[in-house]
């Protein structure tokens, strides 16, 4: 069965510190994976997603990278936190195909930052 | 880009069937549906999904119109664990791999 993992669970870290959220996906090949954030009492927000190793889509211009250095690995980063960086990350995968139960999202159970 | 729309809360009976609504009148032939849920401070949890049949699993059932312009996700017997967000989805982009998540509807279940 596939299983996905994140971590840290929780961090608090300072402004203008660096960040990296790592996530990898077991038991499947060739995911869709995607990372969230969800601020706090607000709906979830694609940050980025990605097909394969090495290709990365931007949802929205911030203050964060992602990269996808294995088939299975998603790290998110930040070379500088803002306070407004702070969050509810989830990183999510998919399967690669299109359409029907290959379009149902499996999500980790999230990683907490604060920023101070 | 199909849009979804649920009502922001609503509140539910423990033990009463708690129905949700969903509207997606800009849905394409071939976008699903889809319904997920999201528990305080933990990810979302994939229910059920649909195309043009009504669907039903040990969660949930899904009753999709005719038109296919809305959808309603049928709890039958809520209970205070589906407390929750639950968020209604058709959008995917033409190879399915970006998926976006609306505000979803707030589901208190109240004893």
């Known amino acids: 069965s596939q299983t996905i993992h994140q971590w840290p669970a929780t961090l608090v870290q300072p402004v203008g510190s660096p960040l990296s959220l790592e996530c990898t996906v077991e038991?499947?090949?060739?995911?869709?994976l995607y990372w969230y954030r969800q601020a706090a009492g607000r709906g979830l927000q694609l940050l980025f997603y990605s097909v394969g190793i090495g290709q990365i889509s931007s949802e929205v211009p911030q203050n964060l990278s992602a990269s996808r250095p294995q088939d299975r690995q998603f790290i998110l980063s930040s070379k500088k936190l803002l306070l407004s960086d702070s969050g509810f990350y989830l990183c999510?995968?998919?399967?690669?195909?299109?359409?029907?139960?290959?379009?149902?999202?499996?999500f980790g159970e999230g990683s907490w930052l604060t920023v101070v | 880009d199909a849009k979804t729309t649920q009502p922001t809360s609503m509140d539910c009976a423990e033990g009463r069937a708690a129905n949700l609504p969903c509207n997606h009148s800009t849905i394409s032939g071939n976008e699903y549906v889809y319904w997920y849920r999201q528990i305080h401070s933990q990810g979302p949890q994939y229910i059920i999904h649909?195309?043009?049949n009504n669907e039903t699993n040990e969660m949930a059932s899904l009753i999709i119109t005719e038109d296919r312009k809305s959808s309603t996700l049928i709890l039958p017997h809520a209970t205070l664990r589906d407390t929750a967000v639950y968020y209604c989805?058709?959008?995917?982009?033409?190879?399915?791999?970006?998926?976006?998540f609306g505000g979803g509807t707030r589901v208190l279940v109240k004893p």
């Open positions: 038991g499947t090949s060739n995911p869709n």
């Open positions: 999510a995968w998919k399967s690669w195909e299109s359409g029907g139960t290959g379009n149902t999202i499996y």
């Open positions: 649909g195309l043009k």
């Open positions: 989805i058709v959008r995917v982009d033409s190879a399915g791999n970006k998926l976006t």
